[in-house]
């Protein structure tokens, strides 16, 4: 036995802990979830084995296809407001203000808040006749109540602040982050030569920060897609089933029609739709890199 051999075998003791958990609690239930993909399922016990019914379903499915197109105008909405957002904030953290650190707390203190605060919260803010948008209208002299959790449009709005407000402290750490990774004499040179501060954004900031924008994008879309917790808490799905996203529909299939064989279905779609998304950016980005 050679001497790297036995320097990998010694490691085993160290991984199979983690390793017997992480098929426990990960790989299993993926498994499981194939499996109960392909059966009439309840929450008490497996009925029967019914093949791609569930599949076949799902295609024909109006509601999952609505929740779906949901999730879709949410993620467009959402990420680039919140990835445009956070690298705003990260440039305003990261000049030499007096009090840069209040800022920076305060940019990033809502993202270790719960998502039931955020959503109270945003819910006192928008409510009809008594919230505080509501109030602070009627203060300038606009006496029409505006009804922003029961439009559509507007329940939307509501939902993407309260995202933005929620999440965009954790994208302005990745940039900030980057920001100061950038080496100084880049800038020190460019000005030199004349640059303005324009200029250095175009042609040095944004440029080495390409890399943490791609993974940036790629987290925020997976994450967008996941949206759930704070549309239950804000509209419910609603108004009807205007904002119902597709992680509420799985949710309401398993747990409230008693089918976990079509959620687990529904399920499997969503994660390989997130998959060839995961896939395309990563095409596109060495693509670009190539083409650099």
Do not use: C
Request: no cysteine; charged share 15%; aromatic share 16%.
């Amino acid at each position: 036995m050679s001497k790297q051999l036995k320097k990998d075998l010694s490691a085993i003791p160290f991984i199979l802990p983690f390793f017997i958990v992480y098929v426990i609690f990960v790989v299993y239930p993926m498994i499981q979830g194939v499996w109960m993909s392909l059966h009439r399922w309840t929450i008490v016990r497996k009925v029967r084995y019914i093949g791609l019914d569930n599949y076949r379903d799902m295609l024909q499915d109006p509601y999952f296809w609505a929740a779906l197109r949901n999730t879709t105008y949410f993620v467009v909405l959402s990420t680039p407001t919140i990835i445009i957002a956070g690298l705003l904030l990260a440039l305003i953290s990261n000049q030499n203000l007096r009090g840069k650190t209040f800022f920076r707390l305060s940019f990033f203190m809502p993202n270790i808040l719960s998502v039931a605060v955020i959503s109270t919260i945003m819910v006192f803010v928008f409510r009809a006749y008594s919230g505080l948008i509501s109030t602070l209208l009627k203060d300038i002299g606009i006496q029409q109540e505006i009804f922003w959790l029961g439009d559509p449009d507007l329940a939307w709005v509501v939902i993407v602040v309260a995202t933005l407000w929620w999440t965009v402290g954790f994208n302005m750490v990745l940039f900030l982050a980057a920001l100061q990774d950038i080496p100084a004499h880049l800038y020190e040179a460019a000005s030199i030569d004349g640059a303005s501060s324009r200029q250095m954004f175009w042609y040095i900031t944004l440029p080495l920060l390409k890399p943490i924008i791609w993974v940036v994008t790629m987290l925020q879309i997976i994450a967008s897609y996941k949206v759930f917790a704070q549309i239950w808490l804000i509209t419910r799905g609603g108004p009807g089933a205007a904002t119902r996203p597709i992680i509420q529909y799985i949710y309401e299939v398993g747990f409230r029609q008693n089918d976990l064989g079509y959620a687990a279905t529904m399920s499997y779609a969503l994660f390989l739709i997130l998959m060839i998304l995961t896939l395309v950016q990563m095409r596109v980005r060495r693509w670009g890199e190539t083409e650099l």
